[in-house]
T-cell receptor, first 112, second 110 residues
Framework: GENVEQHPSTLSVQEGDSAVIKCTYSDSASNYFPWYKQELGKGPQLIIDIRSNVGEKKDQRIAVTLNKTAKHFSLHITETQPEDSAVYFC???????????FGKGTRLSVIA | NAGVTQTPKFQVLKTGQSMTLQCAQDMNHNSMYWYRQDPGMGLRLIYYSASEGTTDKGEVPNGYNVSRLNKREFSLRLESAAPSQTSVYFCATYQLNTQYFGPGTRLTVL
């Protein structure tokens, strides 16, 4: 089955700097790669996703890149702000109703 | 719309006690999921229900049972709680590749 590895497990950046979180996956059949943000005391929420027919996707300060050949994808947050502090999860699945397989999470701290 | 709701928010059990975690959704989604979240382990799938009347095991089903009571409700039961089941439990629905999570239940088993 699918296995998703996520790095780093913790990340601290200064406010205004960029943050990058990387994930690798094992199943070449996976074609859908979402990112979730979990704030303290809440459930995770989808922030951005990418499908295998696209190499990069942006939404304001966040972007996701995908390298299908290398089977890795990354989350990029630019101009970080204190409210970006949270735990971020990557995931992978095949489109349809296949369950998502999550990485173990990255705790991002943005220091003002 | 409330989205996905879970009860209770917090629970403390003694080893061997039983309890049921409740989950309900008002989004009319077919699929519902139960995850547990432990430090450093991410989100691990316990059981899921692709549609009313069906349930399937996930990655860590041992020690749990589920009931898909109707389209809205999906409950998770611990028959004989163990300290290893101390965790935060999340219910979620799944539609068009998007998972919608509830606020979680923090369970401690002493």
């Amino acid at each position: 089955g699918e296995n998703v590895e996520q790095h780093p497990s913790t990340l601290s950046v200064q406010e205004g700097d960029s943050a990058v979180i990387k994930c690798t996956y094992s199943d070449s059949a996976s074609n859908y790669f979402p990112w979730y943000k979990q704030e303290l005391g809440k459930g995770p929420q989808l922030i951005i996703d990418i499908r295998s027919n696209v190499g990069e996707k942006k939404d304001q300060r966040i972007a996701v890149t995908l390298n299908k050949t290398a089977k890795h994808f990354s989350l990029h947050i630019t101009e970080t702000q204190p409210e970006d502090s949270a735990v971020y999860f990557c995931a992978a699945s095949m489109t349809g109703n296949t369950p998502l397989v999550f990485g173990k999470g990255t705790r991002l701290s943005v220091i003002a | 719309n409330a989205g996905v709701t879970q009860t209770p928010k917090f629970q403390v059990l003694k080893t061997g006690q039983s309890m049921t975690l409740q989950c309900a959704q008002d989004m009319n989604h077919n699929s519902m999921y139960w995850y547990r979240q432990d430090p450093g382990m991410g989100l691990r799938l316990i059981y899921y229900s692709a549609s009313e009347g069906t349930t399937d095991k996930g990655e860590v089903p041992n020690g749990y049972n589920v009931s898909r009571l109707n389209k809205r409700e999906f409950s998770l039961r611990l028959e004989s709680a163990a300290p290893s089941q101390t965790s935060v439990y999340f219910c979620a629905t799944y539609q068009l590749n998007t998972q919608y999570f509830g606020p979680g239940t923090r369970l401690t088993v002493l």
